[in-house]
Structure formats: C-alpha cells, structure tokens
C-alpha cells in the first residue's frame, strides 16, 4: 500500500525565515495534495500538484514534484507565527481508491 | 454553507459500548471518508464512500460499521467500543478522488475517549 513519510517531523524558526518540508512516497502517484492543520481542527487544503508538474505557487507557498525520486516539497516563504500547524502531504493513487496522508510535519514558528 | 459536519464533538464511552458518528455534508459531493488519527501515527483511512449507497473499507476498518443511505450522510459506528478505539475522527468529502485529486474537506473532528 502506499505509504507516506514527512522529513523533518517537527520544525521550529523565527517569523520571517522560510520553511521546507518534505514528503517521499513509494508508488505511482497521479497527483499530490499539501493539507494544513490547525491545532485542534480539521485539516485544510492548500495546495495540489499532478505528476506533469514539477512545480507550482500559491501566495506564499511553492510546491515542488520530483516523480523520479517519489519525493514533494512544500516552502513556506517569509514565515509567520500564524503559520505554526502540523502539514500534511496527501498521495493521490494511479488507481480508483484509497487516499493516502504522510505522517505530518509539525511546524512552529517563533514571533 | 456549512460544509462537513460531524457530530457528536466529543464523546466518552465505556468498554464494550455502542455508538454512532454523524458526518453531514451539504456540498453534494459524492466522496466521503472516514479517518482515525492518533498520536505519531498521521491520518489513517477506516472506510470511504464512491456514492450513496455504497461503502469501501480503508486501512483500518475492522471494529467499525459505515452506511452512506443518503448522499449528504456518512455514519460510522462502533459496535462494542475499546480503548484502542480512543482517537480522534474526522469525516471529510470530495467531489473526486483518486486519479482526478479531489480537494478533500474535513469537519472538525470528533473526540472519542473509551474507557
């Protein structure tokens, strides 16, 4: 089955610097979808990529897809203290099934 | 709109009790999940929905029931409660899925604590 990790499992900067994290994957994907998590809430969609792309921007979020190493990555530029929740990556399957999440990235940001 | 609903928020259960986990939502998508999620351990998938009517195991379904009679509505129920089952869930919906990558959205979980 298709299984998820999340590099690095928590990150803590300073408002204003940028953060990465990273989601690997093991099998074919069509697409990849980043998800945010509030503390206590439910998760919120940010952003998606296919596998034809290798990168895409929202604001100040760049996703990047690397389908050769089964990788993604989600920059969070110029960060804010209202950007402290947990990130999560979806894999969307080649096939008409299930959704897959990574593990999460939980991700503090110092005012 | 108020876009997936879960009910009841929080609940507290005794071993070996029954209950059922209301999830409504009112965006007319015909995808709905529902997810376990537990410390270290992300988002587990327990059963989806392709439709009204029809229901699909995901990676943890056993001790738990799903029934999606109307297309707005995804229940989950568990028949005899266990402390292993003590997690939060959450429901979501999607218009697609899969290969199309429909945009997921979630309610705002329901706290379930067996004893």
């Known amino acids: 089955s298709q299984q998820g990790e999340e590099d690095p499992q928590a990150l803590s900067i300073q408002e204003g610097e940028n953060a990465t994290m990273n989601c690997s994957y093991k099998?074919?994907?069509?697409?990849l979808q980043w998800y945010r998590q509030n503390s206590g809430r439910g998760l919120v969609h940010l952003i998606l990529?296919?596998?034809?792309?290798r990168e895409k921007h929202s604001g100040r979020l760049r996703v990047t897809l690397d389908t050769s190493k089964k990788s993604s990555s989600l920059l969070i530029t110029a960060s804010r203290a209202a950007d402290t929740a947990s990130y999560f990556c979806?894999?969307?399957?080649?096939?008409?099934?299930?959704?897959?999440f990574g593990q999460g990235t939980i991700l503090t940001v110092h005012p | 709109n108020a876009g997936v609903t879960q009910t009841p928020k929080f609940r507290v259960l005794k071993t070996g009790q029954s209950m059922t986990l209301l999830c409504a939502q009112d965006?007319?998508?015909?995808?709905m999940y529902w997810y376990r999620q537990d410390p270290g351990m992300g988002l587990r998938l327990i059963h989806y929905?392709?439709?009204?009517?029809?229901?699909a195991k995901g990676e943890v379904p056993d001790g738990y029931n799903v029934s999606r009679l109307k297309k707005q509505n995804f229940l989950l129920g568990l028949e005899s409660a266990a402390p292993s089952q003590t997690s939060v869930y959450f429901c979501?919906?999607?218009?697609?899925?899969?290969?199309?990558?429909?945009?997921?959205?979630f309610g705002e979980g329901s706290r379930l604590t067996v004893l």
């Open positions: 929905s392709v439709g009204e009517g029809t229901t």
């Open positions: 099998t074919s994907i069509n697409n």
């Open positions: 990529i296919r596998s034809n792309e």
């Open positions: 979501a919906s999607s218009y697609s899925m899969g290969r199309r990558g429909g945009e997921l959205f």
């Open positions: 965006m007319n998508h015909e995808y």
């Open positions: 979806e894999m969307g399957g080649t096939s008409y099934g299930k959704l897959t």
